[in-house]
Structures are given as structure tokens and as C-alpha cells.
């Protein structure tokens, strides 16, 4: 990947990188729609990532060119021009939100590459916004051979810091997602998933790793509901509603996150049906996530599955942000002997599903799941075997 961005660098700049930011993508294995509630999630980083060729410039301009939309964009770093193609404006909001905050960032030349779908539920837009940000950084005068960690404290900030302003960008861009993408691309770390408790910030490295006899398989759908932004942003505010509800009942609410399941039970008949269905899903999606972790922790894969199940019909139920072919895709998931549980993963209406299963059964659940998908929807689903990889740094070749 780091020679896809530099082919592509080179053609277009005709002249070396001076350095390459990696950010990989990410996938998340329970605590759907708890993020932006104050909840838990359990996500981890994927084999695939975004790579940003660049080479710093003088005169505070940005000239990206993005492989995937073969397309190049150009405009003065803190500005965000009418009329920018879609991918650029992530990279141009990334770049306002860090002059705003006062980081200290430089113009560049840049052609970013990759292999995160893109819109394809792995957050390729979270990798794209952690790998343009760390490019902008060490694009700063005298930034050069430094990693991301010097540059971010020589700034007084920490990567958290940086996952917030990333996340502001992706609401400029127009989806007001919550802070998981963001954060678990800046900290996740190999062979482990991340508990991370989304109100305090604090996460904790979950081994999933090859002493486990585990398997995480992604399989992309292939489809993507073009309601996917509208209807994310209309959950977040049923939600907002079912916290007024809660919070004129119950002392000390302030989100979902402070709703226990047996309160949610006990007065979910008094609230409008729609709130209650959601509210419902968040305030025992926040418990599962917590359940499965420990289960993970203790080499108890049939419990984590057992949750993972329950989240997906939650979320088809509850949520109602599943679609038929993620319905199609766990259910054949679930039908393979060795699979311990499968779920949609990410914001829904298309993108992929998670499914944790034995080493064993990979190579039949990968057939099971590319023949009887293609069988009933005439769709070729995209099946990723990965381990849980590392997070987004930056790479210096000559330094
Ligand atoms: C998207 C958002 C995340 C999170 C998930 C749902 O991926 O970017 O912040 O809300 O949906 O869990």
C-alpha cells in the first residue's frame, strides 16, 4: 500500500515523498450505536488502511490526489472551497479542524491510497480523516522525522485530542457519528480489541489473538442504503428524546448510558413505542458489550457470540438499521458449524457483518457466505479474514 500512494505520488508530483501516514480501517465486534449514547464499544483495527504519500509545502496550500476517485483537489489549508468533491472535503475539514484547534500544520502535496471499502462499513472515512491529520502535522516546519506521538506532544495534545477534532470534520462532512472510528484508528493495538468506555475516553486492549484458536470474519455486502446519513443522524435524535424522557424520571441522567436495563423495563411502557424500541436497544446493547468483553477475556467464545447474536437482532428489531442482505449474510453466518455468533457491524443499511468463529470453519463459512449470497441476491459478498491490526503512525523512509 505505502507503494500504491508512492506510484501514485511520484506520477503526479514528479518527485519522492518525503514520508507516509498509515491509518488503518476498523471493525466493530459489539456496542453498536452506544458511542454517541455515553456507552461502551468493542472495536478493533482490520488488515486494511488508508496510506497519504506527501511532501510538505512552503506556501500553506493542499494539492491531494485520491487514487480510489482519480481525482485531484486543491485549496489553501483552513479553507473549505464551494464545490469539492466528497472525499475532499474530508480532507479539507480534517485540516480546518486542526487550524482552528491551534495544531500546528503545514500545506503539502499528497496522494492518498488505500484498501478500506470505501462506504463499505469498515469507517473508511475515519481512516481517511486519521491518515490526512497526521499527514497535515508533519507537514509543519521542522516536523519532518518526528512520529506522530512527538508531534502531538510538542503540541500539549495526546491522540485522544486528535480522534475528537478527526470526529468534528466527519460532522462538518455531515454524518454525526460518535467518537468510536475515530478513536479505536489512533489507538488500537495489534492482536487486540479496545474496550473503550466512551464517556471517560479510557479504553482497554482486549487480547484476540492467535493463542485463542479465533477467527474475526468481515463480510461487505456489498450494498449501501442511501439513507444510511439521514437515518443515522434521526437515530441520534430519538435518542436525544428518550434521555428527556429518562431524565425527568430518573435523578442523574444525562444519556442512555445512565439507564439500567431494569428502568428502561419498567417504564418503557409509558413511552412513545419508537423511543422505547430505541432506548431499548442502546441501554442493553451498553450491557452485552460489557458481558462480551469479560467473556472474551476469559476464552469464552460461545458467550461473545451468544451477545453478538443478540445485538444483531437487536439492532433489526430494536434499532431498525439492518437491511436484508446483513439479515441474509448472519443468518447463512450462523448456519456454519464452528461459528459462535454474526452480527451486522457499523451504522447499518448496508456495509458488512461481523462473524467470531473457530480457526477451522473459515474456509467453509467463506464459501457458505459468497455462494449462498450470490444464490439469492446475484451479489458477490467481500470476504476479509484479518487479525486485529495496529493504529494509524506516521513512516519516515529516509529518517
Ligand atoms: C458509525 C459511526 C460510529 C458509530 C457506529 C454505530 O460507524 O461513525 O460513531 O456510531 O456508526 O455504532
Known amino acids: 500500500?505505502?507503494?500504491?500512494?508512492?506510484?501514485?505520488?511520484?506520477?503526479?508530483?514528479?518527485?519522492?515523498?518525503?514520508?507516509?501516514?498509515?491509518?488503518p480501517g476498523r471493525v466493530n465486534l459489539i456496542g453498536e450505536h452506544t458511542d454517541y449514547n455515553d456507552g461502551f464499544v468493542l472495536p478493533m483495527n482490520v488488515e486494511r488502511r488508508t496510506v497519504?504519500?506527501?511532501?510538505?509545502?512552503?506556501?500553506?496550500?493542499?494539492?491531494?490526489?485520491?487514487?480510489?476517485?482519480?481525482a485531484t483537489a486543491e485549496f489553501a489549508v483552513g479553507s473549505v472551497p464551494e464545490g469539492l468533491p466528497g472525499w475532499a472535503r474530508y480532507v479539507?475539514?480534517?485540516?480546518?479542524?486542526?487550524?482552528?484547534?491551534?495544531?500546528?500544520v503545514g500545506g503539502l502535496d499528497a496522494a492518498i491510497a488505500g484498501d478500506v471499502p470505501v462506504g463499505g462499513g469498515l469507517s473508511s472515512s475515519a481512516s481517511l480523516e486519521c491518515s490526512v491529520a497526521a499527514a497535515l502535522l508533519a507537514s509543519a516546519p521542522g516536523a519532518g522525522g518526528r512520529s506522530l506521538d512527538e508531534l502531538l506532544a510538542d503540541a500539549g495534545k495526546r491522540r485522544a485530542d486528535l480522534a475528537?477534532?478527526?470526529?468534528?470534520?466527519?460532522?462538518?462532512?455531515?454524518?454525526?457519528?460518535?467518537?468510536?472510528?475515530?478513536?479505536?484508528?489512533?489507538?488500537?493495538?495489534?492482536?487486540?480489541?479496545?474496550?473503550?468506555?466512551?464517556?471517560?475516553?479510557?479504553?482497554?486492549?482486549?487480547?484476540?489473538?492467535?493463542?485463542?484458536?479465533?477467527?474475526v470474519v468481515i463480510a461487505n455486502s456489498r450494498v449501501h442504503h442511501d439513507l444510511a446519513v439521514a437515518e443515522y443522524n434521526n437515530r441520534r435524535k430519538e435518542c436525544e428524546a428518550a434521555v428527556r424522557f429518562f431524565a425527568e424520571r430518573i435523578e442523574g441522567v444525562a444519556a442512555l448510558r445512565d439507564v439500567e436495563p431494569w428502568q428502561w423495563e419498567r417504564m418503557a411502557a409509558e413511552m412513545d413505542p419508537l423511543l422505547a424500541r430505541r432506548a431499548g436497544h442502546v441501554v442493553n446493547e451498553i450491557d452485552r458489550t460489557l458481558v462480551a468483553m469479560v467473556a472474551l477475556e476469559r476464552g469464552d467464545a460461545v458467550m461473545a457470540g451468544r451477545c453478538m447474536n443478540a445485538s444483531h437482532e437487536s439492532l433489526r428489531t430494536g434499532y431498525e438499521v439492518s437491511c436484508r442482505e446483513l439479515d441474509l449474510l448472519v443468518d447463512i453466518a450462523r448456519s456454519v458449524p464452528g461459528v459462535y455468533g454474526?452480527?451486522?457491524?457499523?451504522?447499518?443499511?448496508?456495509g458488512c457483518t461481523v462473524t467470531l468463529c473457530r480457526?477451522?470453519?473459515?474456509?467453509?463459512?467463506?464459501?457458505?457466505?459468497?455462494?449462498?449470497?450470490?444464490?439469492?441476491?446475484?451479489?458477490?459478498?467481500?470476504?476479509?479474514?484479518?487479525?486485529a491490526a495496529g493504529r494509524a503512525e506516521l513512516c519516515w523512509p529516509d529518517a
Do not use: N, W
Open 1 to 23: 500500500m505505502l507503494d500504491a500512494s508512492g506510484k501514485s505520488f511520484r506520477e503526479r508530483f514528479m518527485a519522492d515523498p518525503a514520508g507516509f501516514s498509515v491509518a
Open 52 to 70: 497519504t504519500a506527501f511532501r510538505p509545502r512552503g506556501d500553506g496550500r493542499v494539492q491531494v490526489y485520491s487514487d480510489h476517485a482519480d
Open 92 to 104: 479539507a475539514h480534517v485540516a480546518e479542524v486542526l487550524t482552528e484547534d491551534g495544531l500546528p
Open 164 to 215: 475528537l477534532l478527526c470526529q468534528r470534520a466527519e460532522h462538518r462532512v455531515g454524518a454525526l457519528c460518535g467518537i468510536m472510528d475515530q478513536y479505536v484508528v489512533l489507538h488500537g493495538t495489534e492482536g487486540h480489541a479496545l474496550l473503550l468506555d466512551c464517556r471517560s475516553l479510557e479504553a482497554r486492549p482486549v487480547p484476540i489473538d492467535d493463542a485463542m484458536d479465533l477467527a
Open 342 to 350: 454474526s452480527r451486522m457491524t457499523g451504522g447499518g443499511f448496508g
Open 359 to 387: 480457526r477451522s470453519a473459515v474456509d467453509a463459512l467463506r464459501e457458505e457466505l459468497v455462494g449462498r449470497y450470490r444464490a439469492e441476491t446475484g451479489l458477490t459478498a467481500d470476504v476479509l479474514v484479518t487479525r
